[in-house]
């Protein structure tokens, strides 16, 4: 059985008016500053069991 690695990754994502923690399309969380989401994205990923993955403003995911 195949795992679904894309549901056990949280994403903090830039929006156009800020920052957002996402799971596949369904946004978690929004927030103003980069800051704030990854702090509340480590929260989230800790309780799902999940990975978070930061993206830079320009979308690519930071190294």
Do not use: C, F
Not at 26 to 40: D, E, F, G, N, R
Not at 51 to 56: A, E, P, Q
Request: no cysteine.
């Amino acid at each position: 059985m195949a795992t679904k690695t894309k549901e056990k990754e949280i994403h903090t994502v830039p929006t156009g008016k800020g920052w957002a923690n996402r799971a596949g399309t369904y946004t978690i969380s929004k927030h103003k500053k980069k800051q704030l989401a990854v702090k509340k994205g480590r929260k989230i990923a800790s309780v799902r069991d999940a990975k978070l993955v930061i993206h830079k403003q320009d979308g690519s995911v930071a190294a």
